[in-house]
């Protein structure tokens, strides 16, 4: 099972509808407009909890709606507002719209928060349509409709310090040994399937966030084994422990092909500071290969340290010394995030197309007004169609050709054109 990856449908809370009401009082026969408006819809809202450390939760349930704002009462009692409704995912998410691929939200702070559906707005009472002429208006709004999407979710652990080398290194013993983490450790492959988190305390200052990220095999930067799932991990970490299997029949070949792997996924990777951690010392076989080992990688620029995770071999110095470098890392360049909310195109645009049926007319504009229309209030209905002046429909469905009795689909209404 892989926790790094779910999909999930979100749906904010639908306004509360507006009241046509008027004022009923003894000795007061003409009681103006009290209609109250309808309460706003609750909003989809990720919080990073700093506590979660996989997107697991999500396999168990995907759908997540909010509640409705209340309708409006008389004597100007406005509807009580939804509650929001709080969505926990682990720090270090990536927010994608699935439908558009389009990134929202890159969620690392704790606590952070991302609105992903707002709430709809409540519609409004007929006390905010009287005037001078029309004392007893008889419309009322609708509450505006709600939001709904789907999201994909990527997790990118927010470590310090990244655990890296091919399957079976001793990634998960040396995470094991120096923090609380208790990942599955067996002698074979594979045995890490999904990333792990690890805190260590040097001292009373020093603590490290380890990630041990699952090994790299051949391929792995085109997919290979789950390797997008693997090295996305890497992109966030300051600092790289590779930790090669001394034991191995050939080290050094590993060290290259772990290295390649991760440059040819991402060119910046090749600039973090890394430590070559040379494990399993406490074997023979990886003692005979160290001397030359050593010389090779050290005449490459790198810095290796002769480890064991068994016997805690030179474990702390390790720690340390990635902690030294850990103050002089450059912090990894932010993930350009798209606004939650931006208009592509004039939200007032529409297009209109003739059917069999009629006249489509489609448009965010103009559909939200027609869902949020009191169609049995003759004013509320004058209101729409004035709305249909001012943007420009009215005009453009003339100008097609429309026909007295023809039919005009407005979203999910259908309307008969009069002159």
């Known amino acids: 099972m892989y926790f790094d990856e779910a999909e999930i449908y979100v749906e904010s809370g639908q306004g509360g509808d507006g009241v046509v009401h008027f004022h009923r009082e003894k000795y007061k026969p003409r009681g103006g407009p009290d209609g109250g408006d309808g309460g706003r819809g609750g909003d989809v809202i990720l919080e990073v909890d700093p506590k979660k450390n996989t997107l697991f939760d999500f396999r168990h349930k995907s759908q997540y709606v909010a509640d409705t704002g209340k309708n409006g009462g008389p004597n100007n009692m406005s509807g009580k507002s939804a509650s929001d409704l709080i969505v926990s995912v682990p720090p270090g998410t990536l927010v994608f719209d699935a439908k558009s691929g389009d990134l929202l939200g890159d969620l690392v702070e704790d ?12 519609g409004r009472g007929n006390q905010h349509y009287a005037t001078s002429r029309n004392q007893t208006p008889r419309m009322a709004e609708k509450g505006e ?28 013993s040396l995470l094991s040994v120096v923090t609380n983490a208790k990942p599955k450790i067996a002698n074979y492959p594979f045995t890490t399937l999904s990333p792990n988190l690890g805190v260590a305390k040097l001292d009373v200052e020093t603590i490290l966030v380890l990630a041990d990220i699952p090994g790299l095999i051949e391929g792995a930067h085109e997919g290979v084994g789950l390797g997008f799932s693997f090295l996305r ?27 390649s792997e991760m440059a040819l996924f991402d060119e910046k990777i090749r600039e973090k500071p890394q430590i070559v951690a040379f ?34 071999e030179n474990v702390q ?4 010394r990635a902690a030294a470098l850990l103050e002089d890392a450059p912090e990894p360049e932010p993930v350009e995030v ?3 909310y931006r208009a592509s195109e004039d939200p007032k645009a529409f297009t209109i197309e003739q059917t069999d049926e009629g006249w489509q007319v489609n448009g965010e504009a103009i559909e939200r007004a027609a869902a949020m229309t009191y169609w049995e209030h003759r004013e509320s209905v004058r209101r729409f169609q004035r709305l249909m002046e001012n943007i420009g429909v009215d005009k453009a469905l003339r100008d097609a050709g ?3 009795g023809e039919t005009v689909f407005v979203g999910e209404y259908a309307l008969e054109w009069q002159d």
């Open 111 to 122: 606590f952070q928060q991302l609105v992903v559906a707002k709430g709809g707005r409540g």
């Open 145 to 172: 409709p709600e939001e709904s999407k789907t999201l994909r979710l990527e997790l990118k652990m927010v470590a310090d310090v990244g655990i890296v080398g091919v399957p079976n290194a001793g990634k998960s």
């Open 233 to 259: 991990h890497i992109q966030r970490t300051k600092v790289l422990i590779h930790v090669l299997d001394g034991s191995a029949e050939d080290p050094l070949s590993d060290f290259s092909q772990t290295n």
């Open 279 to 312: 494990n399993k010392m406490d074997l023979p076989t990886a003692s005979e290969q160290w001397p030359d080992v050593k010389n090779e990688l050290e005449a490459l620029g790198y810095e290796v340290m002769p480890i064991s995770a068994v016997t805690h």
């Open 317 to 320: 110095k390790l720690l340390w």
């Open 338 to 340: 798209m606004p939650v």
């Open 402 to 404: 429309i026909e007295e």
